[in-house]
């Protein structure tokens, strides 16, 4: 296993499912920032309007946030992270008390197929269905508490 291929994938990890416990910064003996990241705007083969817009922008928030690598924002990078957005899914579990007819919580599922490549040799060093689910509590505005 190379030695980038598990903080990445504890980093799409997080941003699409929301995960916790895992350590921050470098792991294996890298550097943090030696390696730099280009995320390309992921396509969205979902019904949800602007969702593949929102992703890409969370995952290069996050990204940078956790210091693994840098965010190639003007440059290539060394790694190219790349995705479709497959599926998306909301379902009411819970109904407000005094209105049995409206949703309080909702649990949202998204799948995207993430391919990770090194930009250098073009090896595929992460290519996988990436499936995550959230609780959303809605409060008066559905489409902002989603977001």
């Known amino acids: 296993m190379c030695c980038f291929r598990l903080p990445l994938t ?18 294996g003996g890298q550097t943090a920032g030696e390696k730099s990241v280009q995320i390309v705007p ?18 290069r928030k996050e990204l940078q946030r956790d210091g ?5 924002t003007r440059d290539v990078g060394d790694i ?5 957005l497959t599926h998306y899914e909301r379902r009411a579990i819970s109904l407000v008390p005094s209105d049995v007819a409206t949703a309080q919580d909702y649990n949202v599922s998204l799948s ?10 073009d090896k595929i060093i992460f290519d996988r ?12 505005d559905l489409p902002s508490a989603e977001r």
């Not at 190219?80 to 479709?84: K, M, Q």
């Open 129 to 140: 269905v990436v499936i995550s689910h959230t609780l959303v509590r809605v409060s008066q």
């Open 10 to 27: 504890l980093c799409l990890a997080a941003l699409l499912g929301g995960c916790a416990g895992y350590q921050l910064g470098p792991t």
């Open 68 to 72: 693994t690598f840098r965010l190639a």
């Open 112 to 121: 995207a197929q993430v391919t990770a490549r090194e930009r250098s040799s």
């Open 80 to 84: 190219v992270v790349s995705g479709v």
């Open 42 to 59: 992921f396509t969205n083969k979902t019904s949800e309007a602007r969702l593949a817009d929102a992703v890409t922008s969370a995952l």
